[in-house]
């Protein structure tokens, strides 16, 4: 079984302020990818990482994914009361995907 | 990208009867999942739902108590049957399309 290890589990910050959470295994992924869910919503793909080392950006958020393709993070830049929700890593190995504990962020304004 | 859409959005049953779960994708797949969310969790993946072949289930999780349908390569349905109150949970089909994989809107189950 691979296991993907989400940290922290919850985090609450000031609207303002950076944050960073982390997507950790033992095991080597084909690709990362990162989601988030709000309430009564499923969950909807931000960004999916393939090559080790791989740097992407999507305004303020910014996704790495380890070179040994074994974990990734995921920053905030300057969080907003919208980046509010529920962030989830799931890493991607044969079709099918492993799913981290997930993040709940609140951003308070 | 998918489209997908569940119905229901969201149902309160009483206790040991079943409810089904529809999933429309505007794309055709090979593959469907179903996942289980539990309040407050993570998902879990229950099954795996290939176009004429039966589903292909997760440990912990049994065809008689979820079973499933996939008539063609748009649709697929999951049962939740005799249910208790331990279903209570969202219910969320998923595909992969180009390689990334998406999720539908859920079907949040309050069994009591």
């Known amino acids: 079984t691979q296991l993907l290890e989400q940290s922290p589990q919850f985090l609450s910050i000031q609207e303002g302020e950076n944050l960073t959470v982390y997507c950790n295994s033992s095991s080597v992924f084909s690709s990362l990818q990162w989601y988030r869910q709000e309430p009564g919503e499923g969950p909807v793909l931000l960004v999916t990482v393939v090559t080790g080392g791989e740097v992407k950006k999507l305004k303020r958020l910014t996704f790495q994914f380890g070179d040994a393709r074994k974990d990734s993070s995921l920053h905030i830049t300057a969080a907003q009361p919208g980046d509010t929700g529920l962030y989830l890593c799931?890493?991607?190995?044969?079709?099918?995907?492993?799913f981290g504990g997930g993040t709940r962020l609140m951003v308070k304004p | 990208s998918a489209v997908i859409s569940q119905k229901p959005s969201r149902d309160i049953c009483q206790r040991g009867t079943s409810l089904t779960i529809q999933c429309q994708v505007d794309?055709?797949?090979?593959?469907m999942f179903w996942y289980r969310q539990q309040p407050g969790q993570s998902l879990t993946l229950i099954a795996t739902a290939n176009q004429g072949s039966e589903a292909t289930y997760e440990s912990g999780f049994v065809i008689d108590k979820f079973p499933i349908s996939r008539p063609n390569l748009t649709f697929s349905t999951l049962t939740v049957s005799n249910m208790s109150p331990e279903d209570s949970s969202i219910y969320l089909c998923?595909?992969?399309?180009?390689?990334?994989?998406?999720f539908g809107p859920g079907t949040r189950l309050t069994v009591t």
């Open positions: 799931a890493g991607n190995a044969g079709n099918m995907l492993t």
């Open positions: 794309s055709q797949v090979t593959m």
């Open positions: 998923s595909v992969v399309l180009g390689g990334e994989q998406y």
